[in-house]
Every structure is written in structure tokens, then in C-alpha cells.
């Protein structure tokens, strides 16, 4: 009996498919790495189910991947030797919120705009916010962050405890309720920023804060890269709690005025936001004016009303859409890599010498507070040329990152398309991954070709 014919035993016949459109739905995730697809999609609604499935696989020696939403950005998704789709959409509920530990706990499929609305009734809110409507599953699979991160950490400091369905179907919990341990080895470290490699997440269990009693959003303008970049570096040596710091380039700023209507200076800006209380807020933003000015801010502007701020940041969260907007027919590759802060100026200026020698259309963002920047490159992913200056932008701001003590990968994952990477960034430690990927998964079902190539 084949394994499709198995799973079908297994689930009823509404969730094992093998449908031609379902299939094309599950072949692509939103990078330009080509689309492959699965031989199967099947939709488990608990730990148990996945475990069944996982004996399956193993028992046949059939490729899992598991999946979320699709938004992964390096192919991470992408089931390049076909097998099961483990689709994690019906494994969708908020379980328990434990308000007065700060903890929540749900499944993998839970986006992150449907845990907000949830965690709104109890005065809470999740922190890690990569601006797509992602699901926990796979931004835990990812470690991703986004443009809160400099204030509350990417989502591997925000996950307590993780229920994994190994390769052979064992369950495991990685971590516990409790704030803080010295038992054992940190396997939450290890899981987060797998991949699906490892195993599948059926259960997450994640910190949560308290919603600020107010807010503030700011937007600085400068005539310079170094200047914003410089002027960020000050501010966190001040030791200013900033919530998010956030730089646009001058090209950016085009794409975003005319895709948002808004009227923003078109010259490298920071978009920032403070959390705390009225009289802190004040103190903080005080400062920070100070700070900026110094550095020869040439526009000014903080809103406290939620709509301004809701505008400022949906503008900035657009910056993406608005480069596809611009430029109908192409599809977007989004690089992604990290250094240590006082090497970011450089590598941006790097970076954007690259895009303008590639002849491609580009824009540089970044989660300046952290160190971790994009370059928005649109491609025409039907012409070789394209693909081909492409990689080679993102390999000269890649080897400038590394050469600098930075990664290849700040967020987005490694996928396939940072794959190539792994040796020249972590050296002889690649062959302890491998190790560790070769005991979890002998078989190598679990997502293969992805992150470590064994």
C-alpha cells in the first residue's frame, strides 16, 4: 500500500489530497526561488495526527514539509523533493492565555493578527511583529523578528516551551513554564530557526507583554545614510527604550508616497516608535529630539494619536507592495543580512553602490536597532540576466556582512537560498549541525535540502 493510500486510511478523505490545484497552492512561497509541487497535501488537527503521519513517512521513506502560510521568503517552504505537505491551517486555536504569568499557548497555525485580537481582551499583546500576517508555526520555524525586536527581542527570546513531532513520531516538549532554567540543553534554542528540519511544532507556548499605556510614533528625516545610521547608534548608547527604529531609504521613500498618497520627504528617514507611560514618553521623546538634531535631522515630525501612527506604520510595512505596485510583471527578492551596528552604515552604502551597478530596481529598509537590513530588488524572474545580477548583489552585500562579523540571514531563514552560505559563516561548527540533523532525521525526510546540506 502506497503512502498516499495509507494517509488516506489514516485521515478522512476531506484532508489527504492530492488535488491539482491544492498542489499548486503548496509549490511556491513568496520569494522568486522556483515552485515544486508536493505529491500530497494533508491538514492534521492534533499532535497525535502528526505524529501518525510522521510514522508514515518514516515507514516510507517519504518527504515531510511543514507549512504554514507560504510567506517564508527563501524557498524555506518550497518541498524541491516533493512528498507530504503537513499544512497546519486547520491547527489554528489559541489554547490558553495565562494572563498573569504573561504566557500564551497555542497552535502552530495561529497568525499573528488573529493571536493579537485574541490577546487584546486581556490588556496583551506578542511582540514579534515581520509585518506578513504569518503564522506562529512558521515564525518560529524561521526565528523570525521584525521591527519590534530592538525593544523585546525576535521570536527565539519570546518562546517558553515548544510540543515537536519528531522524524520517528516521538513527541517532546523543548522547555517549560517556568522564566528560567539551568536544566538540561536549551532545545528551544535549537528548534527555533529550524526550518521544519528538525521536526514539526504542534504547540507553542509564548511570552506575552503588557499593552503600553501609551504610545508614540516618530519620523526623522536626513540627508544621509551615515547620519540616520549614526544618529540610531547614539540613541541606543542613551540608553533610550525605543520600540522600534526603523530606516527607509531615498529610493524607498519614493516607492512609499506614491503607493501610500503620503507626503513624506524622499531622503533616507527613520521611522520610530516609543511604549511606556505619559510622563517616560516625554522624557524619552525629549531626548531623542536632542539626540537626532545633533545629527543633523532636516525633518522632525512624532504623532501620539493612534490613527497618525497606524498611517505612519502601514506606510512603512508597505514598502514591499509598493515596489510590486511600481513594477507590474516582476516579482520581488528580498535579501536579508545582520552586523554588528557600527558596521551598518558602511554596508548599506555597499549595498546600495551594488543595486545601482546591477542596473536592477531597488530600494534599501532596515531594523536599524538591531543591525539587520533589506535590499528590495525587483526582478523579472523569466530573464536569466535579471536572476543573475540579482544573486550577485546579494552575494557581495552577503560576503560584506560576513567579512564584518555579521550573518547572511538576519530573520528570513536560510531555506535554500542562503544554503550556499552556511560553510563560510559558522566553519567547523556546520559539522555539528549536521550531526545534530543526521541523529534527529537519519532518514533525512524532515524538509530535506533545506538549511544544512548533508
Known sequence: MSVIEELKNLLPADRVTANENVLAQHSSDESYHTPQEPDVVVFPESAEEVSEIMKLASKHQTPVVPYGLGTSLEGNVIPYSNGIMLDFSLMNKVLEVKADDFLVKVQPGVTRTQLEKELKKYGLFFTVDPGADATIGGMAATNASGTTSVKYGIMRDNIRDMEVVLADGTIIHTGSLAQKSSSG?????????????????????????????????????????????????????????????????????????????????????????????????????????????????????????????????????????AYLHGNPGKKQMVTDVCLPISELAGAIKDAREAVEASGLTGGIVGHVGDGNYHILLMVDVNNPADIDKANQVNERIVNYALARGGTCTGEHGVGVGKQKYQKQEHGEALQVMQKIKKALDPDHILNPGKVIDL
Not at 540608553?239 to 507626503?263: C, K, W, Y
Not at 507611560?277 to 494619536?305: M, R, W, Y
Open 185 to 321: 540543553y536549551h532545545l528551544n534554542g535549537l528548534f527555533v530557526g529550524s526550518e521544519g528540519t528538525l521536526g514539526c511544532f504542534t504547540e507553542l507556548t509564548l511570552k506575552v507583554q503588557g499593552i503600553p499605556e501609551k504610545s508614540m510614533a516618530g519620523r526623522a528625516s536626513f540627508e544621509s545614510v551615515d547620519k540616520a545610521v549614526n544618529a540610531v547608534i547614539s540613541v541606543l548608547q542613551a540608553g533610550i527604550p525605543v520600540a522600534r527604529v526603523e530606516l527607509v531609504d531615498e529610493a524607498s521613500m519614493v516607492q512609499i508616497n506614491t503607493f501610500s498618497e503620503t507626503d513624506y520627504k524622499e531622503v533616507p528617514t527613520l521611522f520610530l516608535e516609543f511604549h511606556g507611560n505619559e510622563a517616560g514618553l516625554k522624557q524619552d521623546v525629549a531626548f531623542t529630539k536632542e539626540i537626532l538634531n545633533d545629527h543633523d535631522c532636516k525633518e522632525l515630525a512624532f504623532e501620539s494619536d493612534t490613527a497618525a501612527r497606524n498611517k505612519l506604520w502601514e506606510a512603512r510595512h508597505n514598502a514591499a507592495y
